[in-house]
């Protein structure tokens, strides 16, 4: 199914939500912004009666137990106006999985389609309306804004500089360092607000039951996530800011030719090797240190820490970091996104990489240099989405274990995206959603792995190459191997079964591999859509 699509420009949006949300001449605070769209939508939105694709977001898809992501074919049946949300009946599913009949969607879930069977429908201007509503939520809209006083206008003061830092992030007017940070900050406070409302529905509901729940500790940390709300709020205001922005790239682009010339000045800072231990007995330490001397060269200059997260955060790309035993707790990769290796000098059940704030990313580990290996350690997602992102050149994973301690349906491994490649040998998958995900023009080669009470253990969206050799892939909730394909379909319908299916496909090389007790089948042809492939990374 074909859904509408809306490539605007800058000028385009700011004038399409000032009119949106100023019709009326009027000063419009915080608290009367989702009124002013309710309005809006009531008079563009087509109430019932027209068909949409619905993406199915990641903590329903948990919720549901279902595999994520997953995007159905829905009716709309009643939109609720003031809520911003329509009742949908389910009416089609490219799986088969359990869904109740009918749900409440927040309309910014909802992708309208071309094709309807009421030809009278006004489908350009409830799309349109939709994405508009889509792009102020997840764009402009930040979690702190209910904050502000009544008396401030919001358009005037947010609506124009919100527009310009998202067009200026896009362009790559700003920094991918500072890109992140936003981007970070904004996903923080999200998360943050969520909580706060949490706690307050708990503490409501105490109060109408008449218990005494709320607890010193409750209102403590309820007070604790607003002050770091105020903090994310405060950091946003300088950010959105175009003329500090101006300052704060004049500050990195100093910095950053300053850190040049220093490297360039010393001989010893080529390349420097990194030993991160957490402490121990004087014995352990000979242990240790007998280890790491086998697992770095010789003339290599090295430097102790007993922190990973600030080894990440001080070393260069193309550094070595050797990890002794113990729970590592880090955020980001630090320069070594851009090459470098991470070597536990243990057996990977030894050394253990989890997040140190679920906020900050999607993913654990973020790869994007040229050479990049990691060795003996466990990559534990955590409440992350991914453990593992290689985004550019080529990343080795040796003798590791990438798994989610909380089991759950919509957590991932390994994400290969487009020309990026991936090397991975004696590497276990374990409770996972899916255990590696491979977009187009990927290109992976497995060698001695195993998975183990994973919803689905292979997804590859075609167009790339995916060598597995030696590889138990078996006891899946679903499907072992997942092709997302538009090359080996005749038509829209999905095709399950054996590896026979992949016999023509030329793009996947399987080699001594053993196929085991899979619930829905070994192998799942899927057809692969452009449009929808877009909607589920909006």
């Keep these: 199914m074909e859904i509408y699509t809306f490539d605007k420009s800058l000028q385009e949006r700011l004038v399409e939500?000032?009119?949106?949300?100023?019709?009326?001449?009027?000063?419009?605070?915080?608290?009367?912004?989702?009124?002013?769209?309710?309005?809006?939508?009531?008079?563009?939105?087509?109430?019932?009666?027209?068909?949409?694709?619905?993406?199915?977001?990641?903590?329903?898809?948990?919720?549901?137990?279902?595999?994520?992501?997953?995007?159905v074919v829905v009716e709309v049946e009643q939109v609720d106006f003031s809520d911003l949300s329509a009742l949908?009946?389910?009416?089609?599913?490219?799986?088969?999985?359990?869904?109740?009949?009918?749900?409440?969607?927040?309309?910014?879930?909802?992708?309208?389609?071309?094709?309807?069977?009421?030809n009278v429908l006004d489908m350009v201007g409830t799309a349109s309306c939709i994405d508009q509503l889509r792009f102020f939520y997840n764009y402009l809209w930040m979690p702190w804004d209910l904050d502000d006083d009544d008396n401030i206008d919001w358009v005037s003061v947010h609506l124009e500089t919100r527009i310009r830092l998202f067009f200026d992030m896009k362009r790559g007017i700003i920094s991918n360092e500072t890109s992140d940070i936003i981007r970070s900050l904004?996903?923080?406070?999200?998360?943050?607000?969520?909580?706060?409302?949490?706690?307050?529905?708990?503490?409501?509901?105490?109060?109408?039951?008449?218990?005494?729940?709320?607890?010193?500790?409750?209102?403590?940390?309820?007070?604790?996530?607003?002050?770091?709300?105020?903090?994310?709020?405060?950091?946003?205001?300088?950010?959105?800011?175009?003329?500090?922005?101006?300052?704060?790239?004049?500050?990195?682009?100093?910095?950053?030719?300053?850190?040049?010339?220093?490297?360039?000045?010393?001989?010893?800072?080529?390349?420097?090797?990194?030993?991160?231990?957490l402490g121990g007995t004087l014995e352990e330490m000979k242990e240790t240190i007998n280890r790491v001397q086998a697992s770095l060269p010789a003339e290599l200059f090295l430097k102790i820490s007993g922190?990973?997260?600030?080894?990440?955060?001080?070393?260069?790309?193309?550094?070595?970091?050797?990890?002794?035993?113990?729970?590592?707790?880090?955020?980001?990769?630090?320069?070594?996104?851009?090459?470098?290796?991470?070597?536990?000098?243990?057996?990977?059940?030894?050394?253990?990489?989890?997040?140190?704030?679920?906020?900050?990313?999607?993913?654990?580990?973020?790869?994007?240099?040229?050479?990049?290996?990691?060795?003996?350690?466990t990559v534990d997602v955590g409440d992350l989405r991914a453990a593992v992102i290689v985004r550019a050149g080529a990343t080795v994973i040796l003798n590791c274990k990438i798994c989610a301690l909380n089991h759950s349906m919509v957590k991932l491994g390994v994400v290969v995206l487009p020309g990026a490649k991936l090397i991975i040998e004696n590497t276990a998958f374990e409770n996972l959603g899916t255990g590696l995900v491979i977009y187009t023009k990927g290109d992976v080669f497995m060698h001695n792995c195993s998975f183990k009470n994973c919803a689905e253990g292979i997804q590859f969206c075609g167009d790339g190459k995916l060598s597995i050799k030696n590889c138990f892939l078996g006891y899946f909730k679903e499907y072992a191997i997942r092709l997302e394909t538009q090359k080996y379909l005749n038509d829209s319908k999905p095709k399950?079964?054996?590896?026979?299916?992949?016999?023509?496909?030329?793009?996947?090389?399987?080699?001594?591999?053993?196929?085991?007790?899979?619930?829905?089948?070994?192998v799942m042809l899927k057809l692969w859509k452009p449009l929808v492939s877009k909607m589920q990374n909006e």
């Design 17 to 71: 939500l000032a009119e949106i949300l100023s019709s009326r001449d009027k000063i419009v605070p915080a608290s009367q912004i989702q009124a002013e769209w309710s309005f809006h939508v009531e008079l563009v939105l087509e109430p019932v009666g027209w068909q949409a694709l619905w993406r199915i977001p990641r903590l329903v898809c948990e919720n549901f137990q279902i595999h994520y992501p997953t995007i």
């Design 88 to 118: 949908v009946k389910i009416t089609a599913v490219q799986e088969e999985i359990q869904l109740p009949d009918k749900y409440d969607v927040p309309l910014i879930e909802l992708y309208p389609t071309h094709n309807q069977e009421n």
């Design 186 to 277: 904004v996903r923080e406070g999200r998360e943050i607000q969520q909580k706060i409302s949490r706690l307050e529905d708990t503490i409501s509901e105490g109060e109408e039951s008449h218990t005494d729940i709320v607890d010193g500790g409750t209102a403590c940390q309820l007070m604790k996530l607003h002050f770091r709300l105020q903090e994310i709020k405060r950091e946003m205001e300088v950010l959105e800011n175009p003329a500090m922005r101006e300052i704060l790239v004049m500050n990195q682009t100093s910095s950053l030719n300053n850190d040049k010339i220093e490297k360039k000045e010393s001989k010893v800072r080529c390349k420097a090797g990194h030993f991160v231990w």
């Design 307 to 377: 922190s990973l997260l600030e080894t990440l955060h001080v070393c260069d790309a193309g550094d070595i970091v050797v990890v002794g035993k113990g729970t590592h707790q880090i955020k980001g990769t630090g320069s070594l996104e851009d090459g470098g290796t991470i070597r536990g000098i243990y057996s990977s059940e030894h050394t253990i990489l989890n997040t140190k704030d679920t906020e900050s990313a999607t993913s654990l580990l973020d790869f994007s240099g040229n050479e990049v290996l990691l060795e003996n350690v």
């Design 496 to 522: 399950c079964g054996g590896i026979e299916l992949l016999e023509n496909v030329s793009e996947i090389s399987l080699e001594e591999c053993k196929f085991e007790g899979n619930g829905k089948g070994d």
